[in-house]
């Protein structure tokens, strides 16, 4: 093993070590590349599942910062190591299976859930040198794997025998599958521009991260990638204030744990998601050389993304269902609709004139239609007339959200 391979790349320096150390153990070519990718696979969800450790420590952290409070500090220093004790709380803790379940889809809903967010590692490149497996169809496999997610949730609900969880199921019907679509119609931008729905070659696409020509998408994305996730303010599907927990409330024990650690996972990989395709995935200075620095630039890109994720879940309010449903049906997807039809006309029009020509084209269109979008709904704002009801007026206050519809009773 050269040293300086080791040093540049040494996850694609020790996969070359163990194939020859197999092949001379007698493994023939197809099986020693079985095995590698067993191992590749083990390792890169073990540490995914530990990885989430960390991130619910520090998104409790973060968020007790942001609302004035400590948040975990009693259990090690700054409670670095509170994870670990709720993890062994759960390990131990009884589990406790309600009278009149459905057995197959109540147990199989927690491995479905967890399930359905690990397989999304698989097709995100964390350098130019290490892909688990690409994909010529990655975007397509992206929403199939989020709509499994959704059909874990559904199974929960239905298989509990709980009126609470199958409300927070039907919600979760609504809310998930519904913000998939302005999410879907974003993808097929990026999708256009690289000519491919291969990860790999979005990235290889990106000489200039597609976020400085795709502001306003980029936006969409975000936005919609919260919901599709059910986090704070989208976070009807659990909502403890009126569902007590939502679709997990009759679990208990390891299986409550995985459906917590599926949700704080989720949120970073949905960072990862967003970096591989608006801000250039593991590109960056010196990747070349040592394709090391692949994975590094990949995890601080994605790291920024989650906290604004983090920050968002920490200082909004949660909406209404009915106010998050108008968002999505009344705005993102028709300005997502909008944006990917206007992208593609100007961005095919302007083709024979260079790529720098078609990108601005394309960005002049994301901030045209962003400045529009932003008139508008400061128009409806500015304009919204409540139905006066009762034999006099009086005045009355407006609905803190431009999309909602409360109706003040005389």
Do not use: C
Not at 348 to 372: A, C, D, T
Request: charged share 15%.
């Amino acid at each position: 093993m050269d040293f300086f391979d080791f040093i540049s790349d040494p996850i694609l320096a020790i996969s070359k070590w163990l194939f020859e150390l197999l092949n001379g153990w007698g493994v023939t070519a197809d099986w020693s590349n079985f095995i590698l990718y067993f191992i590749g696979a083990a390792l890169l969800g073990t540490s995914a599942l530990l990885l989430t450790l960390i991130f619910i420590w520090a998104e409790r952290k973060i968020i007790g910062r942001l609302q004035d409070r400590y948040g975990p500090n009693q259990v090690g220093p700054w409670g670095i190591f509170q994870s670990v004790a709720d993890m062994v709380k759960i390990f131990i803790k009884e589990h406790i299976i309600p009278y009149g379940v459905d057995p197959v889809p109540y147990h199989l809903a927690p491995i479905i859930i967890v399930a359905s967010v690990l397989i999304v590692w698989a097709i995100i490149p964390f350098s130019n040198s290490l892909t688990e497996t690409n994909l010529n169809v990655a975007v397509i496999f992206l929403l199939a794997v989020g709509g499994i997610g959704e059909l874990g949730i559904m199974m929960a609900g239905w298989g509990s025998n709980n009126k609470y969880a199958l409300i927070s199921a039907f919600r979760a019907s609504a809310q998930m599958i519904s913000y998939e679509i302005p999410m879907a119609i974003v993808l097929l931008i990026p999708v256009l521009l690289s000519s491919s729905m291969a990860m790999d070659d979005i990235v290889n696409a990106q000489k200039m991260p597609f976020i400085l020509i795709l502001l306003f998408g980029a936006l969409i994305f975000f936005i919609a990638s919260i919901a599709e996730n059910g986090r704070a303010p989208f976070d009807l599907a659990e909502a403890e204030s009126e569902l007590v927990a939502g679709f997990n409330i009759e679990y208990s024990g390891l299986k409550f744990g995985m459906f917590y650690v599926a949700d704080f996972l989720r949120a970073f990989t949905s960072a990862l998601i967003f970096s591989t395709i608006f801000l250039g995935g593991w590109r960056g200075p010196g990747v070349e050389t040592f394709p090391i620095l692949g994975g590094l630039y990949l995890t601080l890109k994605s790291l920024v993304i989650w906290f604004l994720g983090v920050w968002i879940r920490g200082s909004f309010p949660r909406y209404r269902i009915d106010q998050m449903m108008n968002i999505n049906w009344k705005f993102l997807t028709p300005v997502s609709l909008a944006l990917f039809m206007l992208a593609i006309f100007f961005g095919k029009l302007f083709e024979n004139y260079g790529q720098n020509i078609q990108y601005l084209s394309i960005l002049i269109i994301n901030l045209g239609l962003f400045f529009i979008s932003l008139k508008l709904i400061n128009r409806k704002e500015d304009n919204l007339e409540i139905p006066e009801i009762g034999l006099r007026s009086r005045p009355v206050a407006k609905p803190d959200n431009l999309f909602s519809k409360d109706i003040s009773r005389g």
